[in-house]
């Protein structure tokens, strides 16, 4: 790989696009202005955001741990997952706001998290006066900010409506007041529902940090950060099985390596390991959704994913759990791009221990 | 850094951050959307850049992550047969570019960065905030993907 042949193959800058680096390194303080207004818009946004919330405040301070769970795709929690619950996990609180961790679960292989944010000076109402946001991770986790590619955090797909987001130093979005996993309360606090499966599995004790972030500032990038540590136990076992794949190879250069799936009273977890290295014309990558031996699906082709060498790659994918481990699921295959179906793998369940 | 000195240091690697664009953004006009975002940014954050010596290590990881989120915003990604544009390039250049272009979104940036940009691997995982070894794996990856890719490409029948 030659760098002017790569650098050639791009070809040169267009005059346009150099007139538009131009245009925008001559008018620095200019765009500044029109920056500061434009950020100025974006939090008018978020109160008007905050006020329809708070319109349908009854409705939202109702809302309960679980109620993570009832997405696009609802899983519903079996009935014993209630006494599974944590409470009072933590409390933190700086000159801006106050952090409650009011319920928790770690079922093994995934967590809720459900925490209040409340204004220190009750003349401040979250979401127009203060802005804010919220981020979680492992202990191992090196968290200076919230990072949308890291474990555990706010809604991404909430997170990436940018309009209404803040951006830290490196201009990653830290905040959204838009998600669906947030809801402002009656008193003017707002509720956060975290949620994640990348973590270490099946130990008795998990540690997170807890980060959120808040400024008085519309303008500040970085806002002041507020940490806190909390752990939660391990409540319940998971019944777990292996997935015996009819077919390991279902279409070319996908390659199953192993298939397990875990139940708890939460939620179900679906880990695949696998291989694959698309051929030109090939999905760059895949999706999988789950369904029941007749047909009904048991996740929305959505998950966490980790990349590993040649090609190998690892997935978990939350679905709804099961009281009794069934025989049976089906696989689903899908272009992780366009999300059209490639194909179906039946596979039988073969309990572990 | 002043005025004077940042917009000269912008001006010389301005046909980086374009190809850093084309590799992450479909729509001309997104990528000079991008770029001026990230600019701006990079000019509204200048104070907090500690070390004036990584401003252009800097200034493309604030581009990367802000073609990340229109990305993500706009749910789109650039498609294996959508990226043909106009171009002045001869066909061999044209397929080595299109085969970039074709690798999944994770090993195109490290091979964009390192082959074309000139950026060491710890350069890299600074950029992308991740370990060097996965970028040297990444890269590894990615070299054994184009080869494949061109490969199949040239044993093509021609139209």
């Known amino acids: 790989l030659k760098r002017n042949d790569l650098n050639r193959a791009f070809g040169p800058a267009p005059e346009e696009f150099l007139n538009r680096v131009e245009d925008t390194l001559n008018h620095l303080e200019e765009r500044n202005m029109k920056r500061r207004y434009k950020l100025t818009t974006l939090v008018a946004a978020a109160l008007i955001v905050a006020l329809l919330l708070a319109g349908a405040g009854f409705a939202a301070s109702r809302l309960k741990l679980f109620d993570y769970l009832n997405g696009s795709m609802p899983i519903v929690p079996l009935n014993d997952a209630e006494s599974m619950i944590q409470t009072e996990l933590g409390f933190a609180e700086n000159e801006l706001i106050r952090v409650a961790v009011e319920e928790g679960v770690y079922d093994g292989y995934g967590v809720l998290l459900k925490l209040n944010v409340s204004a220190v000076d009750p003349e401040k109402r979250l979401g127009s006066a203060l802005s804010l946001a919220v981020g979680l991770a492992t202990e191992e986790e090196n968290v200076l900010w919230v990072s949308m590619p890291k474990a555990v955090f706010i809604d991404e797909n909430g997170a990436s409506a940018r309009h209404n987001s803040v951006y830290n130093e490196d201009g990653v979005v830290v905040s959204d007041l838009t998600s669906a996993r947030t809801a402002q309360e009656e008193d003017g606090s707002m509720s956060f529902w975290l949620s994640g499966n990348e973590m270490p599995v099946n130990v008795e004790e998990l540690p997170l940090l807890l980060s959120v972030m808040v400024t008085e500032d519309v303008n500040a990038v970085k806002p002041e950060e507020l940490s806190m540590e909390l752990s939660l136990k391990r409540a319940g076992e998971a019944r777990r099985a292996h997935l015996v794949f009819e077919d390991l190879s279902p279409f070319e250069n996908l390659n199953f390596v192993s298939a397990e799936v875990a139940y708890t009273d939460v939620r179900g977890y679906l880990t695949l390991d696998y291989i694959y290295q698309p051929n030109y014309m090939q999905p760059l990558n895949l999706m999988f959704n789950v369904y029941d031996a007749d047909g009904n699906a048991l996740s929305q082709a959505d998950g966490w994913g980790s990349d590993g060498p040649e090609g190998r790659r690892s997935e978990r994918i939350e679905i709804q759990s099961s009281e009794e481990t069934p025989g049976r699921l089906i696989l689903e295959i899908l272009d992780g791009e366009t999300l059209a179906p490639i194909c179906r793998v039946p596979a039988t369940l073969e309990p572990v221990g | ?159």
């Open chain 2, 1 to 159: 850094m002043d005025r004077e000195e940042f917009a000269s240091r912008v001006r010389a690697i301005q046909q980086q951050l374009y190809r850093i664009t084309f590799g992450l953004l479909r729509e001309p006009a997104d990528r000079m959307d991008a770029v001026q975002e990230a600019i701006l940014k990079a000019w509204c954050n200048l104070p907090r850049l500690r070390d004036p010596a990584l401003f252009e290590t800097w200034l493309i990881r604030i581009l990367i992550n802000e073609c990340r989120n229109r990305q993500r915003y706009q749910r789109r990604f650039v498609p294996t047969d959508a990226v043909p544009e106009p171009s002045a390039v001869s066909d061999d250049l044209t397929e080595l570019r299109d085969a970039i272009l074709a690798l999944p979104e994770n090993l195109r940036v490290p091979v964009m960065l390192h082959y074309m940009e000139g950026y060491k691997t710890d350069e890299i995982a600074q950029m992308l905030r991740i370990p060097t070894g996965t970028v040297r794996s990444r890269l590894r990856r990615a070299r054994t993907l184009l080869k494949n890719l061109l490969d199949h490409s040239e044993g093509r029948p021609e139209d």
